[in-house]
């Protein structure tokens, strides 16, 4: 280094003056010049300083974690610096900024992830911002309502990434929950919602994960979880049903009140099963397609493939017979009414109803044979039954709710028929229903008393009354009933007259009993001389009757004698 320090002096100087040295008090010492070789001590303190500044700024970068982008809807409740992401509520992340797309459309926020982030940063992995939500579930989210709201992760194994879509909505389930996942294709969703509860026998064992519409867009694919354990119970032969809410169904039957719980009742849900009868096997792998029936219902009905269609013709009215209604035998059902129509036959102008059913020959058992009647001929069988007597008829099914089924049974009584098989469906033969044949009885009774002469009949009735009025207000009929009267008022007086007579005389007829009593009487004597006489009379019967046999066969000895007799 060059040190710039110099001496002060005029420009009059003379240098070889100042060479020379001055000894006077006032004299200032000339400064020497000298020109440095090494490098200055001062230098090192911005090296340290750049040296550990390097280091630090090394030692940040590999510390800090990967940064990532997910894009949300909208950006409520986020804060640059401030939200955390968290997984399971540690921290794994800090939100950095939260800016608007180039379109506008959605808001994208930048994140910082820890270090260790990094390996669990897939393209499977799910982001969503937590916040206090009410749903079918329940409620969610609380927490936040004193710490603020937070990202959350849901890490899944994949390819990886670091730009993300953000989901609208929480995930019901967690990518650690274990379990499995099956598809349910229904015809409407009806009460079910994200977070409807599937239960197994009454007891809750997963959740409805999500819904939308299947790839022919007339169906709905309903996602939903199960829970292990309970997911081995699922199995190929399984059937879900629609457990929402509170269903009342008023048909034939009755009215029915169904409610799986009182959390279906209020948020929907499915309830599934495994028939007793099916052949135990290996729970269905995930993924599996199973059909959403309507109700319980529905489920047993499901199980009887085979319907063999008929048709029965109705004359009457058919209000009340509706679609779905039973078709029974003895009270049994054994099948369903597909349709009613209505059918005008032009020619004759006469009006028929055809009704559709089905008959279910799984319902049956069939004995005495070892083929099944309906496998190949599911016609002839019936065609029999028919001949018997086996008719059609419209019964009440409630009498709350007014609706009808159709009956099988045999009338003896019908008219002869046969099964009609005229190139559409076979027709079964039908009879009258009770109601319209008493209606029927109920006219015909009519008809007759309007056929009687009611008006003559009245008259004369009205003449008849009449002629009695005038009878009982004739001076004759007035007369009568004083006599009357004075009669009935005599023969009070004689009964009381009789009734005062009466001791006397029942004292006198007590003691004539008692002395008839004493002469007749088992132990009296007139009845002990009564039997001696009886006695002495029949042996002299017996005498007279042995003399009159002798006599009748000797009848020489009334000229011998007693000694003839005697010698006899």
Known sequence: MTDHRQSTHSPGDDPARRATPRHDADAVPDAEVRTSRGISIVWLVPLVAAVVGIWLAYTTLQE????????????????????????????????????????????????????????YLTEGTRFW?????????????????????????????????????????????????????????????????????VYFRG??????????????????????????????????????????????????????????????????????????????????????????????ETVTQSGFTTKVPYVVQFDESVRGLTAGAPVEFRGMRVGTVNDIGLQIDVATESVRIPVSIEIEPQRFAFTGTDQNPYD????????????????????????????????????????????????????????????????????????????????????????????????????????????????????QALVRTIDQQMGPLMVQALGTLASAEAMVGSNSQTRYDLDALLKELAGAARSIRVFADYLERHPEALLRGKSGFASQ
């Open 376 to 491: 190949d001929t599911p016609y002839v069988l019936m065609e029999k039954l028919v001949e018997r007597g086996l008719r059609a008829q419209l019964q009440s099914g409630n009498l709350l709710t007014g609706a009808l089924l159709v009956d099988l049974g045999f009338h003896p009584a019908a008219e002869p028929a046969k099964l009609i098989r005229n190139g559409g469906y076979p027709e079964i033969p039908t009879v009258p229903s009770e109601i319209d044949a008493l209606t029927t009885s109920v006219s015909g009774v009519l008809t007759e008393l309007a056929a009687l002469p009611l008006a003559d009949l009245v008259q004369e009735l009205r003449t008849t009354v009449q002629g009695v009025n005038q009878l009982m207000t004739s001076p004759q009929t007035t007369q009568t009933l004083e006599a009357l009267t004075v009669t009935a008022t005599e023969l």
């Open 64 to 119: 800090r974690g990967p940064t990532i982008t997910i894009t949300f809807d909208d950006a409520e409740g986020l804060e640059a610096g401030k939200t955390k992401v968290k997984f399971k509520d540690v921290e794994v992340g800090t939100v950095e900024s939260v800016r608007l797309s180039e379109d506008l459309k959605h808001i994208v926020v930048t994140a910082e992830m820890v270090k260790d982030a990094e390996a």
């Open 203 to 296: 007891i809750e064992v997963g959740q409805v994960v999500d819904y939308a519409l299947a790839d022919d867009n007339q169906s709905l694919d309903i996602q939903v979880f199960i829970q292990a354990p309970h997911d081995q119970l699922v199995e190929k032969d399984s059937r879900f049903w629609n457990a929402s809410g509170f269903r009342v169904a008023m048909s034939a039957s009755g009215v029915q009140v169904e409610t799986e719980s009182v959390q279906a009742l209020l948020a929907g849900g499915i309830a599934f099963d495994t028939p007793m009868s099916a052949t135990p096997g290996e729970p269905s792998p995930e993924g599996t397609v199973f059909p959403l029936y309507d109700s319980y």
């Open 129 to 197: 911002v937590v916040s206090p939500r009410l749903g079918a579930g329940g409620v969610s989210g609380l927490g936040t309502l004193l710490s603020g709201v937070y990202i959350g992760v849901d890490p899944k194994p994949g390819a990886a990434a670091t730009s993300f879509v953000g989901l609208a909505e929480p995930p019901l389930i967690t990518s650690d929950t274990p379990g499995r996942q099956y598809t349910l294709r229904a015809t409407t969703r009806g009460s079910i919602a994200r977070g409807s509860s």
